[in-house]
């Protein structure tokens, strides 16, 4: 597989249980297999990691109850 793009992303996360919210950074690697297929490698914090949006959890009360948002300034 041949690496195309990589995109720096800024995901943010709201608990449903605790209603803590927090962003965190991911980076994705487009790759091609030069066969027209492709496909999209993940990476938290320098190491391999699943898609932001699978297994979350919260950091503030480890609720597993958590959503996805678009990127969203924070206000404090």
Request: proline share 5%; charged share 20%; net charge negative.
């Amino acid at each position: 597989m041949r690496e195309t793009d990589v995109f720096s992303e800024t995901w943010t996360f709201f608990c449903q249980h605790c209603s803590h919210i927090w962003q965190d950074e991911y980076e994705a690697r487009h790759l091609d297999d030069g066969h027209g297929g492709d496909a999209v490698s993940w990476r938290h914090r320098g190491l391999r990691s699943m898609p932001p949006w699978a297994h979350a959890t919260c950091a503030s009360c480890d609720g597993v109850m958590v959503k996805v948002l678009p990127t969203l300034p924070l206000q404090r």
